[in-house]
């Protein structure tokens, strides 16, 4: 006897499958496309599947000094609105991650307020010593300056020096300096340094937030095993010209025109993450410039969306957003399968709702896809066999636990 068992639909292999998933003490112990039996049953009805517990590798929670932006809490509580189980938190913070101090004031602000599991972050310019000492998830380079300014001077020997897998921001310094309006030439330039220096160094290395053609293509020529890359969903779906209608729409890597676009989508099934980028600003700090888009309650629901117009499969969800993630950040305590964690996203393949910015929970309540009208919705999100969010509604108190992330492999 199981403490609970999910019946319904579940996406395992590529293929959606009828059965049962048993699980005791937060984990799962039996993957069945028979009848389990179990303390307590949730039955997923029809046109509802269960997937993998999804990851965001890319989010940025703000708080510190910085609370009337965002806080771990409004932050993690936007991810499992949005399906969102595990979220990897970025250290450019204010103050930022630069120092073991700091590093232990985040781990301890996420281990009282997070309702999302997580990975921690440590930001490296020229502080290796520090870096070595604070035993990250993961560590983050800037290449060129972007929200709160602080960027390496020397990022082949900052991104040498890191204990594990390194996410790089690649836009190079020099062209940002004399075109603020950051072209593509200033993401190209900086992916193709860092492609240089992970062929050198053979270290496992992730690129943030790929924008451009030239850009997704160098790294797919140079086809190093050990270095993956992301693309957001403002990038998949946006363009410089929603940008021309909507200043808020601000960004960094900035919205392309569209042949960028599209050529992350004939590339799209050679992309290993899908990340949001989440930078919640209020409205105030939007008009005055500030830079970046909220996006853990929209991400899985335009993707949902996309899958429903016959443009990706929802494989393709699982396999950006939970596969790809646990292998290339070494998690050991994530997956679809027997002794790993009950992380699970429901999603309703069917559900038509309008995007209402004023009922997310995070703290910047404007989205570039308000009035959007979205088929396909996330409507119950479990942590360890917990529900922590049912119809829009978060139910638990924070249960989010920090990950066991092992080197990464890229």
Not at 55 to 77: A, C, S, Y
Not at 131 to 148: L, Q
Not at 257 to 267: M, T, V, Y
Not at 298 to 304: D, G, I, M, N, Y
Request: aromatic share 8%; glycine share 8%; with cysteine.
């Amino acid at each position: 006897m199981y403490d609970l068992v999910l019946k319904g639909k579940f996406l395992t292999g590529g293929k959606l499958i009828e059965g049962s998933i048993g699980v005791s003490d937060g984990k799962i112990l039996r993957v069945s496309t028979g009848e389990l039996k179990g303390e307590e049953t949730i039955q997923i009805g029809r046109g509802k599947v269960i997937l993998p517990g999804l990851i965001d590798v890319h989010v940025h929670l703000r708080d510190f000094d910085q609370r009337k932006k965002e806080t771990v809490e409004t932050g993690t509580m936007a991810a499992v609105h949005g399906g969102i189980t595990t979220v990897f938190d970025m250290p450019n913070t204010q103050p930022p991650v630069l120092d073991v101090k700091t590093f232990e004031r985040r781990k301890a602000l996420f281990e009282r307020t997070a309702y999302a599991d997580y990975a921690l972050s440590f930001l490296i310019r020229n502080n290796c010593g520090d870096a070595v000492k604070a035993g990250a998830d993961f560590y983050k380079i800037f290449m060129g300056a972007s929200t709160g300014g602080v960027f390496s001077e020397d990022f082949e020997g900052d991104y040498s020096c890191a204990p594990g897998i390194v996410s790089v921001h690649a836009e190079d310094t020099e062209i940002i300096a004399q075109n603020p309006e950051r072209p593509p030439e200033a993401e190209i330039r900086a992916i193709k340094r860092a492609l240089n220096a992970a062929e050198k160094l053979r270290k496992p290395l992730n690129i943030c937030h790929v924008s451009t053609a030239d850009g997704i293509w160098a790294i797919l020529q140079r086809n190093l095993p050990w270095v993956s890359f992301e693309v957001t969903p403002h990038h998949l779906f946006l363009t410089r010209k929603d940008f021309e209608g909507n200043p808020l729409l601000k960004v960094y890597p900035p919205l392309r025109d569209e042949k960028h676009r599209r050529a992350l989508w004939e590339n799209f099934s050679r992309i290993p993450l899908i990340a949001s980028d989440h930078a919640p600003h209020t409205p105030e700090d939007k008009e005055s410039g500030a830079a970046g888009i909220p996006g853990l309650e929209t991400e899985v629901a335009l993707l949902l969306d996309a899958v429903n117009r016959g443009m990706l499969e929802l494989s393709d969800i699982v396999e950006k957003m939970h596969t790809n993630p646990v292998k290339i950040f070494g998690i050991m305590n994530k997956g679809l399968e027997v002794g790993k964690d009950a992380d699970f996203t429901v999603v309703d393949l069917k559900r038509e709702w309008t995007v209402k910015p004023d009922d997310f929970y995070t703290k910047a309540k404007w989205s570039p896809w308000e009035g959007r009208k979205l088929k396909g919705k996330v409507v119950i999100t479990l942590l360890r066999g917990r529900i922590v969010m049912e119809e829009d509604e978060i139910l638990e108190k924070p249960q989010g636990v920090r990950i066991n992330a092992g080197k990464g492999s890229a």
